[in-house]
């Protein structure tokens, strides 16, 4: 929140100080409806900021290290956005895919692709690394990272040679997280690939051609009753009438909630005094009468401001 604040605090000294190099009269106008633009550029960085501090935030229960998996399950259905998708790897070769092996008498629950030792391993989508860790000698992952996406998923890259990311750090799609190895329960170099939602493994395979190393739909809509599927952003704008009725009262209900947000921010909103400001000047300058910003800030309309004070300003 704070840097949100100090956001907001830095865009409008920015306004400010174009504002008074411009004439006094015509100044009131193009203030408000630059206000409006920087409250547009707020709301989206909030957004921005949300996204990567708290990926997902709506969708799990909470941010801990501790396990890979979670005890409650993903919702009915939920819509996963691939657009976003980077190559975790150089190679495209794939050494094993996701599913029941036979001759080791257990699941396998992701895709293994075939790396040497010492490959730049990349975060196939945005996020916040949630898990860096190592299970031992020849044991599970090895040394492994799981990172929470904005778009909902978790990905787990296992057999790591190196960490080179942290805990909490936040990622672009296709930044280094680590380097290919053979860590852990492991035959040979390769990166073991997972995709999670909540939990809940998905073969990465029916969300990705690693062999083309591109996503096999713009969505993947998946549904814990099975019938999960691919989409392309077109037919998800062109979804039926209901649907599309409950992604649009979300989208409401995300604008209201940011709305909120915003309003809550504002209400912290600050102006550093500078020499020659006076009340009437910066009252005027956020749009609000003398009296309020004296009210605001506790003071007498006679009282003489000095620079670098910090006044409240909404
Ligand atoms: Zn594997």
């Given at each position: ?6 956001l ?24 408000n ?52 998708f980077?190559?975790?790897c ?22 293994d ?6 490959d ?54 296709g ?14 170099p390769?990166l ?6 909540v ?8 969300l ?25 952003a ?29 309003e ?6 600050v ?5 020659g ?38």
């Amino acid at each position: 929140m704070k840097r949100i604040v100090l956001l907001t605090f830095s865009l409008l000294t920015l306004v400010s100080s174009q504002a008074s190099a411009q004439d006094l009269m015509a100044r009131q106008a193009p203030i408000n409806a630059k206000l409006r633009a920087i409250d547009s550029v707020a709301i989206r960085q909030l957004h921005k900021v949300e996204m990567f501090e708290n990926p997902a935030g709506e969708l799990y229960p909470d941010w801990s290290n501790e396990f890979v998996g979670y005890s409650q399950m993903p919702p009915a259905e939920y819509r996963i956005d691939l657009r976003d998708f980077h190559m975790p790897c150089d190679s495209r070769v794939v050494n094993s895919h996701y599913g029941y092996r036979r001759q080791f008498g257990r699941p396998h629950y992701g895709t293994d692709i075939k790396v040497y030792v010492g490959d730049t391993i990349r975060a196939a989508f945005s996020g916040k690394v949630r898990i860096v860790k190592d299970q031992g000698y020849r044991k599970g992952y090895g040394k492994y990272v799981v990172i929470r996406h904005s778009n909902g998923l978790e990905t787990v890259y296992g057999h790591l040679s190196k960490h080179l990311v942290k805990e909490g750090q936040v990622l672009r799609a296709g930044e280094p997280l680590g380097l290919g190895g053979s860590t852990g329960r492991s035959t040979g170099p390769h990166l073991h690939f997972e995709t999670r939602l909540v939990g809940e493994k998905i073969n990465p395979e029916k969300l990705f051609s690693f062999e083309a190393g591109d996503i096999r739909g713009d969505y993947y809509i998946y549904r814990r009753a099975g019938n999960s599927q691919l989409m392309a952003a077109h037919d998800v704008n062109n979804l039926p009438a209901v649907e599309k009725e409950v992604a649009e009262s979300k989208a409401e209900e995300s604008r209201n909630f940011q709305q909120q947000k915003m309003e809550r921010t504002n209400r912290s909103l600050v102006y550093k005094v500078r020499s020659g400001d006076t009340l009437s000047k910066i009252a005027k300058k956020y749009g609000i009468t003398i009296d309020r910003l004296c009210r605001l800030n506790n003071i007498s309309r006679n009282k003489t401001l000095r620079p670098g004070q910090i006044l409240k300003c909404s």
